[in-house]
């Protein structure tokens, strides 16, 4: 079946311009999951849904990144006047249930430069 | 808190010959433990994973690790490396309270011909 899918694949902004980026999870999968690999940061995990509860918002590194989740399915990850420093490859991942056990599947990554 | 962590920033491995790349966890709580691949240019996909049970645990493309909870490990191991293993390995720990994972800094094996 369809795995996590992203968009843009890539995207190229200028600073101080707010971008969006879109995560289509995989169907029937209810916890969905925002992480950010950077040369200097590694993979870092930036927020996390499931279901209806409130999201886990512990990672968003400034209240300039929010995101929301519509419906239980399609994500968007917003950054507002972005910066150099926010250039990285975004990840979305999915897995079926809640739960630190279960398996996250991984979608391509979006890759985002700010100039 | 978790925390991982991957002494070896790069390994470079001739063709056929074994491979281990480590990895040490922190943690004052059960854990869950996975290894994720990226080969260049895509996303991560999951290897093996560490859940409870046998510590030894196999996964695809005839990778295999091994808990040691005495040691605080997880260390992944391949008999012998074939060209198309060459890509970045990521060591991860979740759980504690907490369902996202934590990743080491990961591990670029090379396979030389």
């Known amino acids: 079946g369809a795995g996590v899918s992203q968009s843009p694949s890539n995207k190229v902004t200028e600073k101080g311009k707010d971008v969006e980026l879109r995560c289509d999870p995989i169907s029937g999968h209810t916890a969905l999951y925002w992480y950010r690999q950077s040369l200097g940061q590694g993979l870092e995990f930036l927020i996390y849904?499931?279901?209806?509860?409130?999201?886990?918002k512990s990672g968003l590194p400034s209240d300039r990144f929010s995101a929301e989740r519509t419906g239980g399915s399609v994500s968007t990850l917003t950054i507002q006047r972005t910066q150099q420093e926010d250039s990285a490859v975004y990840l979305c991942?999915?897995?079926?249930?809640?739960?630190?056990?279960?398996?996250?599947?991984f979608g391509p990554g979006t890759r985002l430069l700010v100039l | 808190a978790q925390s991982v962590t991957q002494l070896d920033s790069q390994v470079p491995v001739f063709e056929e010959a074994p491979v281990e790349l480590r990895c040490n966890y922190s943690?004052?709580?059960?854990?869950?433990l996975f290894w994720y691949v990226q080969y260049p240019n895509q996303g991560l996909q999951l290897l093996l994973k560490?859940?409870?049970?046998?510590?030894l645990v196999k996964g695809i493309n005839g990778f295999e690790a091994e808990f040691n909870k005495s040691q605080t490990s997880f260390h992944l191991r391949k008999p012998s490396v074939h060209i198309s293993d060459t890509a970045e390995y990521f060591c991860?720990?979740?759980?504690?309270?907490?369902?996202?994972?934590?990743f080491g800094t990961g591990t670029r094996l090379t396979v030389i011909p």
């Open positions: 849904f499931q279901g209806n509860s409130a999201p886990d």
């Open positions: 991860a720990v979740s759980g504690g309270g907490a369902n996202n994972l934590f």
């Open positions: 560490y859940l409870s049970g046998s510590t």
């Open positions: 991942a999915s897995s079926f249930s809640r739960g630190p056990q279960e398996t996250q599947y």
């Open positions: 943690s004052s709580v059960s854990v869950y």
